[in-house]
Protein backbone atom coordinates (compact mmCIF):
# COMPACT_ATOMS: atom_id res chain seq x y z
CA UNK A 1 0.00 0.00 0.00
CA UNK A 2 1.42 3.58 -0.90
CA UNK A 3 1.18 6.00 1.24
CA UNK A 4 -0.12 9.32 0.60
CA UNK A 5 1.44 12.53 1.75
CA UNK A 6 -0.51 15.19 2.87
CA UNK A 7 0.19 19.02 3.77
CA UNK A 8 -2.14 20.75 5.53
CA UNK A 9 -2.28 24.51 5.26
CA UNK A 10 -4.90 26.28 7.39
CA UNK A 11 -3.89 29.91 9.83
CA UNK A 12 -6.10 27.84 12.41
CA UNK A 13 -3.87 26.00 14.62
CA UNK A 14 -6.91 23.70 16.06
CA UNK A 15 -8.19 23.25 12.18
CA UNK A 16 -5.08 21.84 11.57
CA UNK A 17 -4.65 19.99 14.61
CA UNK A 18 -8.18 18.22 14.02
CA UNK A 19 -7.20 17.55 10.79
CA UNK A 20 -4.26 15.61 11.41
CA UNK A 21 -5.27 13.56 14.08
CA UNK A 22 -8.59 13.06 11.75
CA UNK A 23 -6.32 11.78 8.76
CA UNK A 24 -3.74 10.09 11.38
CA UNK A 25 -6.40 6.91 11.62
CA UNK A 26 -5.89 5.67 8.16
CA UNK A 27 -2.73 4.12 7.47
CA UNK A 28 -2.07 4.96 4.11
CA UNK A 29 -2.60 8.76 4.42
CA UNK A 30 0.48 10.26 5.80
CA UNK A 31 0.71 14.10 7.29
CA UNK A 32 4.37 15.44 6.72
CA UNK A 33 3.91 19.05 7.35
CA UNK A 34 1.54 22.02 8.10
CA UNK A 35 1.48 25.57 6.75
CA UNK A 36 -0.13 28.79 8.68
CA UNK A 37 -0.06 30.95 5.43
CA UNK A 38 -0.29 30.90 1.88
CA UNK A 39 3.74 31.89 1.79
CA UNK A 40 4.79 29.03 4.14
CA UNK A 41 2.87 26.35 2.07
CA UNK A 42 4.51 27.55 -1.15
CA UNK A 43 7.78 26.83 0.83
CA UNK A 44 7.20 23.46 1.85
CA UNK A 45 5.41 22.40 -1.66
CA UNK A 46 8.81 23.08 -3.17
CA UNK A 47 10.65 21.38 -0.37
CA UNK A 48 8.84 18.36 0.09
CA UNK A 49 6.46 17.65 -2.40
CA UNK A 50 3.78 16.43 -0.68
CA UNK A 51 0.98 14.44 -3.33
CA UNK A 52 -2.08 16.04 -1.74
CA UNK A 53 -2.16 20.42 -0.28
CA UNK A 54 -5.41 20.80 1.71
CA UNK A 55 -5.84 24.29 1.24
CA UNK A 56 -8.28 26.74 2.96
CA UNK A 57 -9.22 29.68 1.52
CA UNK A 58 -9.16 32.40 4.10
CA UNK A 59 -5.59 32.90 5.92
CA UNK A 60 -5.71 36.06 7.48
CA UNK A 61 -2.93 38.52 6.74
CA UNK A 62 -1.06 37.95 3.50
CA UNK A 63 -1.57 35.47 0.64
CA UNK A 64 -4.91 34.26 0.78
CA UNK A 65 -5.85 30.29 -0.53
CA UNK A 66 -6.79 30.86 -3.89
CA UNK A 67 -3.55 32.90 -4.55
CA UNK A 68 -1.50 30.00 -3.18
CA UNK A 69 -3.38 27.60 -5.14
CA UNK A 70 -2.49 29.60 -7.98
CA UNK A 71 1.07 29.89 -7.07
CA UNK A 72 1.53 26.43 -6.45
CA UNK A 73 -0.55 25.34 -9.82
CA UNK A 74 2.33 27.52 -11.48
CA UNK A 75 5.33 25.50 -9.88
CA UNK A 76 3.97 22.56 -11.79
CA UNK A 77 4.83 20.09 -9.38
CA UNK A 78 2.29 17.89 -9.53
CA UNK A 79 0.49 18.13 -6.22
CA UNK A 80 -3.28 17.79 -6.27
CA UNK A 81 -5.24 20.56 -4.08
CA UNK A 82 -8.05 20.24 -1.99
CA UNK A 83 -9.98 23.56 -0.56
CA UNK A 84 -11.16 22.40 3.05
CA UNK A 85 -13.10 25.59 4.08
CA UNK A 86 -15.97 27.14 5.74
CA UNK A 87 -16.58 29.22 2.81
CA UNK A 88 -19.66 27.70 0.55
CA UNK A 89 -20.37 30.84 -1.82
CA UNK A 90 -20.74 30.57 -5.48
CA UNK A 91 -17.89 33.30 -6.43
CA UNK A 92 -15.48 31.48 -3.92
CA UNK A 93 -16.08 28.03 -5.04
CA UNK A 94 -15.87 28.83 -9.08
CA UNK A 95 -12.32 31.03 -8.24
CA UNK A 96 -10.86 28.25 -6.34
CA UNK A 97 -11.59 25.41 -9.22
CA UNK A 98 -10.68 27.93 -11.59
CA UNK A 99 -7.90 28.17 -9.92
CA UNK A 100 -6.67 24.54 -10.14
CA UNK A 101 -8.29 23.30 -6.91
CA UNK A 102 -9.29 19.37 -7.46
CA UNK A 103 -12.08 19.25 -4.99
CA UNK A 104 -13.62 21.42 -2.36
CA UNK A 105 -14.96 20.03 0.77
CA UNK A 106 -17.02 22.11 3.44
CA UNK A 107 -15.46 21.89 7.19
CA UNK A 108 -18.54 20.06 8.25
CA UNK A 109 -18.17 17.52 6.20
CA UNK A 110 -17.96 13.73 7.26
CA UNK A 111 -14.41 11.99 8.34
CA UNK A 112 -15.54 9.21 5.33
CA UNK A 113 -15.86 12.30 2.73
CA UNK A 114 -12.80 13.26 3.79
CA UNK A 115 -10.89 10.46 3.48
CA UNK A 116 -11.97 9.93 0.09
CA UNK A 117 -11.69 13.54 -1.16
CA UNK A 118 -7.37 12.80 -0.36
CA UNK A 119 -7.36 8.99 -2.02
CA UNK A 120 -9.51 9.89 -5.19
CA UNK A 121 -7.41 13.28 -5.59
CA UNK A 122 -4.09 11.53 -5.79
CA UNK A 123 -5.74 9.84 -8.75
CA UNK A 124 -7.42 12.27 -10.91
CA UNK A 125 -10.77 12.50 -9.28
CA UNK A 126 -12.28 15.40 -8.56
CA UNK A 127 -14.17 15.52 -5.20
CA UNK A 128 -16.65 17.98 -4.05
CA UNK A 129 -19.09 18.38 -1.05
CA UNK A 130 -22.74 17.88 -2.34
CA UNK A 131 -24.02 22.02 -1.36
CA UNK A 132 -20.84 22.43 -3.24
CA UNK A 133 -21.41 20.01 -6.37
CA UNK A 134 -24.75 21.72 -7.03
CA UNK A 135 -23.68 25.22 -6.62
CA UNK A 136 -20.66 24.59 -9.66
CA UNK A 137 -23.04 22.95 -11.29
CA UNK A 138 -25.53 26.16 -11.42
CA UNK A 139 -22.64 28.62 -12.02
CA UNK A 140 -21.35 26.09 -15.41
CA UNK A 141 -25.11 26.58 -16.48
CA UNK A 142 -25.11 30.39 -15.83
CA UNK A 143 -21.86 31.52 -16.86
CA UNK A 144 -22.92 35.27 -16.42
CA UNK A 145 -22.87 34.80 -12.72
CA UNK A 146 -19.25 33.69 -12.22
CA UNK A 147 -17.71 36.88 -11.54
CA UNK A 148 -15.75 37.05 -8.01
CA UNK A 149 -17.49 40.27 -5.92
CA UNK A 150 -14.55 42.29 -7.13
CA UNK A 151 -15.22 42.06 -10.57
CA UNK A 152 -18.86 42.70 -10.06
CA UNK A 153 -18.33 45.79 -8.57
CA UNK A 154 -15.54 46.69 -11.36
CA UNK A 155 -18.38 46.01 -14.10
CA UNK A 156 -20.58 48.32 -12.02
CA UNK A 157 -18.28 50.90 -11.83
CA UNK A 158 -17.78 50.56 -15.24
CA UNK A 159 -21.32 52.33 -16.09
CA UNK A 160 -19.99 55.11 -14.52
CA UNK A 161 -17.53 55.77 -17.60
CA UNK A 162 -14.37 55.30 -15.06
CA UNK A 163 -10.52 55.18 -16.29
CA UNK A 164 -8.67 52.48 -15.41
CA UNK A 165 -6.59 54.77 -12.88
CA UNK A 166 -10.08 56.13 -11.33
CA UNK A 167 -11.05 52.16 -10.87
CA UNK A 168 -7.86 51.32 -9.36
CA UNK A 169 -8.34 54.67 -6.65
CA UNK A 170 -12.05 54.00 -6.06
CA UNK A 171 -11.34 50.27 -5.50
CA UNK A 172 -7.66 50.87 -3.75
CA UNK A 173 -6.09 48.87 -6.26
CA UNK A 174 -3.06 49.25 -8.79
CA UNK A 175 -3.93 49.77 -12.23
CA UNK A 176 -2.29 46.80 -13.26
CA UNK A 177 -4.37 44.44 -11.43
CA UNK A 178 -7.42 46.47 -12.71
CA UNK A 179 -6.39 45.26 -15.99
CA UNK A 180 -6.33 41.86 -14.91
CA UNK A 181 -9.45 41.93 -13.53
CA UNK A 182 -11.13 43.23 -16.65
CA UNK A 183 -9.35 40.91 -18.35
CA UNK A 184 -10.89 37.93 -16.92
CA UNK A 185 -14.23 39.97 -17.03
CA UNK A 186 -14.46 40.00 -20.46
CA UNK A 187 -12.92 36.73 -20.71
CA UNK A 188 -15.98 35.37 -18.45
CA UNK A 189 -18.45 37.22 -20.18
CA UNK A 190 -17.66 36.39 -23.71
CA UNK A 191 -17.33 39.93 -24.59
CA UNK A 192 -13.56 42.05 -26.28
CA UNK A 193 -14.53 45.88 -25.32
CA UNK A 194 -15.22 47.92 -22.75
CA UNK A 195 -18.48 48.99 -24.45
CA UNK A 196 -19.58 45.36 -24.70
CA UNK A 197 -19.00 44.82 -21.06
CA UNK A 198 -20.48 48.14 -20.04
CA UNK A 199 -23.47 47.23 -22.31
CA UNK A 200 -23.59 43.50 -20.48
CA UNK A 201 -23.76 45.64 -17.28
CA UNK A 202 -26.20 47.43 -18.14
CA UNK A 203 -28.02 44.59 -18.78
CA UNK A 204 -27.69 42.50 -16.08
CA UNK A 205 -28.92 45.45 -14.01
CA UNK A 206 -32.06 46.09 -15.64
CA UNK A 207 -32.84 42.18 -15.48
CA UNK A 208 -32.89 42.53 -11.53
Not at 72 to 89: H, K, P
Request: net charge negative.
Amino acid sequence: MSTITVLLVDDHLVVRSGLRALLGTQPDIDVVAEAASGEQALELVRELSPGVVVMDLAMGDGMDGIEAIRRIRGLNSGQAILVFTTYDSDADIVRAVDAGAMGYLLKDAAPEEIFAAVRGAVQGRSVMSPPVASRLFQQLRNPEEVLTPREAELLSLLTQGLSNRELGQRLFISEATVKTHLAHIYSKLGVETRAAAIATAIRREGMR
